[in-house]
């Protein structure tokens, strides 16, 4: 199975949660884990259907995947290509928000 990252929503992620998802980095590859998703209830970005050149794009309540991975090394904030066992190989934009005792924690929002 592979995510469709145009029409993906909050619940296309949902069954991954609590999974592994790599990234690889200069000094190797980085496991993250997608530890939440977070739903903007008030967002109101593509909250309508939209059709561009032919193509579809389905409305989608804005939302962010928060992986935690190792605190060391902190990836930059940058697109990276993510990997899942099950879902393939895909690019978002990983942004490092906040580091723990014992983690970093990244964020990819959709909206």
Do not use: W
Not at 78 to 93: N, Y
């Amino acid at each position: 199975m592979s995510i469709d990252l145009i029409t993906a929503t909050s619940e296309s992620f949902a069954p991954y949660v609590g999974q592994i998802f790599t990234v690889d980095s200069e000094t190797g590859p980085v496991p993250l884990t997608l530890d939440n998703i977070k739903i903007f209830k008030a967002s109101t970005v593509r909250d309508n259907d939209l059709t561009i050149d032919g193509v579809h794009y389905p409305a989608r309540q804005a939302f962010a995947l928060t992986f935690e991975g190792p605190r060391e090394p902190v990836l930059a904030n940058d697109v990276m290509q993510l990997r899942h066992e099950g879902l393939g190989s895909f690019a978002l934009l990983l942004s490092p928000f906040r580091q723990d005792h014992d983690c970093m924690l990244y964020e990819v929002v959709f909206n």
